[in-house]
């Protein structure tokens, strides 16, 4: 007999238990396991067609963003 493969399992989505009818318990489980699996960022990102020449904008953006605050606290460090 051949063993099951990981690989063809079907996925069966996100899913949490409601214990003794603790709602608001499973719903903060639900809201931690949709930001882990970063869905709401992925739905965010394809409600609207974003050109590739800007993205790159805005992650070039980014990046000076990080640069300069990285410079910032640098220098708060050592002082000058």
Not at 14 to 26: T, Y
Not at 50 to 55: L, N, T, W, Y
């Amino acid at each position: 007999m051949r063993k099951y493969n990981e690989k063809y399992r079907q996925e069966k989505g996100l899913e949490v238990v409601v214990k003794n009818g603790n709602v608001e318990g499973a719903l903060r489980k639900l809201k931690k396991k949709i930001a882990e699996d970063g869905l709401m960022i992925e739905l965010r990102e394809r409600q609207h067609y974003v050109k590739p020449s800007e993205k790159r904008a805005k992650d070039k953006a980014a990046g000076k963003a990080r640069h300069e605050k990285m410079i910032k606290t640098r220098q708060e460090k050592v002082g000058w």
